[in-house]
């Protein structure tokens, strides 16, 4: 594929574009990765600005799609899998969950971050057991088991949609090394049990709980989550670590390079439009030169650059030379 050529059968594009996708639009499931669950579950209407502040406001449409994206992306969809995004810090991994999701209309990202001590559970529910043992002891009439059940992201991605949901699980590298391994059943049967829920079954099918989007609640029957449709899954790494065979044989890939010159020049266009005032294509040659000197550098540190320029405050002589030096610090620990 071409730059810029575009399948007929993609669902995305990646060129930025907002869109509104129907159930009619998605392609259909393999037949292994059909999922039933039932009921109706809702979403919020908007982000809150969350997507424009992510991949930039009403000019955040890419001239030239990255034709390597676009068939990872829509083949992750086809095939209901997750999508393992790699690359060097600031390559623009994770905010490739918000251009996904603003592009195919499918409202907020769910962002898992993962830390060292980040587990399964985490990402699936937390069930406040203290607040519980409490309001029943106050005699609290109004207050139910469902008001101590939080939905996580990955746990809120998995209700039954009309629509998948966007999931970022973000740098996957940096949690704990049986963590890939404990996603796996749930990548694979698409749903979950709520054992405080299955155990209250007897005493009532249906709960309504709190989900990661602010304000929302779900209905969980019989203690089961199971998704309808497989939620778009993007998983990032830093490349700190290498994850076990089997989670591997389950994800697609998806190296994201360093950005060039045109793409860092269509990274500043979003975000600052023509930076008048400002000599962008001298600032970006400088920038590309320091990252050849020093190793891996973000975009995000060129993007600082020229805030500061456009800011009025600072003028091309020696400071700013040493500023730049000191805002454009390498990233990796050898570097330098």
């Known amino acids: 594929m071409s730059d810029g050529q575009v399948h007929s059968g993609n669902v995305y594009h990646g060129t930025g574009d907002v869109a509104q996708t129907s159930v009619a639009d998605l392609p259909p499931p393999p037949p292994w990765r059909t999922f039933t669950g039932r009921g109706a579950t809702s979403r919020p209407a908007d982000d809150g600005g969350e997507g424009d502040r992510r991949v930039g406001g009403v000019r955040a449409v890419r001239r030239t799609p990255h034709p390597n994206e676009v068939a990872m992306v829509n083949a992750a969809i086809r095939l209901r899998r997750p999508l393992l995004v790699t690359g060097a810090p600031g390559t623009g991994k994770s905010s490739l969950a918000y251009l996904v999701a603003r592009e195919l209309g499918l409202g907020p990202v769910l962002r898992w971050p993962i830390t060292s001590r980040t587990t399964l559970k985490d990402g699936l529910y937390l069930y406040d057991a203290i607040a519980r043992v409490q309001a029943v002891g106050a005699n609290d009439p109004d207050s139910g088991i469902g008001d101590y059940i939080h939905l996580g992201p990955l746990g809120t991605a998995l209700l039954p949609y009309d629509l998948p949901r966007v999931l970022l699980i973000d740098e996957l590298d940096k949690g704990d090394i049986d963590l890939p391994n404990d996603l796996l059943n749930t990548f694979e049967e698409g749903e979950y049990e709520i054992p405080e829920l299955v155990r209250y079954a007897k005493h009532r099918a249906e709960v309504e709980v709190l989900t990661a989007d602010r304000g929302h609640t779900a209905t969980v029957q019989h203690g089961i989550v199971r998704c309808r449709e497989f939620p778009v899954v993007i998983i990032t790494s830093n490349g700190e670590r290498e994850f076990p065979p089997a989670f591997l044989r389950r994800c697609l890939r998806l190296h994201v390079r360093q950005p060039g010159r045109e793409q860092l020049g269509e990274m500043v266009a979003v975000h600052f439009g023509d930076a008048h005032g400002v000599d962008v294509a001298r600032l970006i040659a ?51």
């Open 286 to 336: 400088d920038f590309l030169a320091h990252r050849s000197d020093v190793g891996t550098v973000s975009a995000d540190q060129l993007l600082n650059a020229v805030h500061l320029a456009t800011s009025g405050a600072y003028q091309p002589d020696e400071d700013w030379a040493e500023l730049l030096k000191a805002i454009w610090h390498p990233l990796s620990a050898e570097a330098g």
